[in-house]
């Protein structure tokens, strides 16, 4: 179990991928997870891979969910030819194919442009969501190495980008218990004030939902004790898987590293590799392995009615002096 993160990065950055064709992705999250000690694997119906650490029989509280999506926009053979699948539609991709940026791989079709990894910097065609795949992949091998007895599991989802197809057909079938909280591990345009580098955004919600509030604060306080800088916004550029497992029932929140680019619009509106910078992907590894490292009930420190109450308490006096004169 010696894969390093620039490794891990570079087996899954370069797999080609589309809505419905996230084959090369799955299999190498299979090859990578093979053999890693606690781990157990399996596809559902849909074809997602759904993954489960268990040592020993304590488990993560809540019991952590992590989900990351396989697909990224790209062309699919359709019935006249190519098809591009996923929200990229501007007339600038003509520009592109003719510049001989696509290249097809079978039967997708992908922008053609290198895995590129130095200390701070990581560029490829698909940061969305292949880095999500990875800091998921990562985590999942710290936690057999330093072998952290807990229960936590994994998702990797199919066809997210026409819409969650893959996330709701797990959330429709929820293998993981009620108490179980999933967690979307993505990577989103900085906005509302965040910015790149500046740490992993812990989103509130996304353009279309809000998330649950305590594991907001989960997430937020475990960071601020492990002094993992991170960036609480609502990223509302976009919807995540989130609010497709959270619109089934099941409480869900979401994690994003900042992502330039995003989905291949470069700054001049041109077709352009998505980046994202290395040390927001490691602090979100940081702050995955001390989420399931850690248990929380509740928030970790006193609920909203106890505070209430107690400040209800603490000013007693004041209430009933200022009460008295009212008329
Ligand atoms: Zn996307």
Redesign the pocket.
Known sequence: MSHSLPSILKRLLKQPTAPFHEYHVRAEIEALLTGCPFVKMKRDKFGNLLVTYKNGTSRSKPTWVFGAHMD??AFVQGDDGWQFL?SSLIPEMDAAIKAGLRKSHGEIATWNFPVKITGTRIEATAC??LIGCAVIVMTLLELARLEVKTTVHATFTRA??VGWLGAWHLAQNWPFGKDSVFVSIETSRPVNGAVMGGGPMVRVGDRVSVFDSEAVAVLTTTAKEQAIRVQRVLLDA?ACEATAVQAAGIRSVGISVPLGN??NIGAQRQIAPEYVMMDDVKALIDLLKALIATKHDGIGERTIRERVEMRMVEHAAHFKAGTKLFS
């Open positions: 990224h926009p996923g969305d969501d997210e980008e976009g995003y989905h």
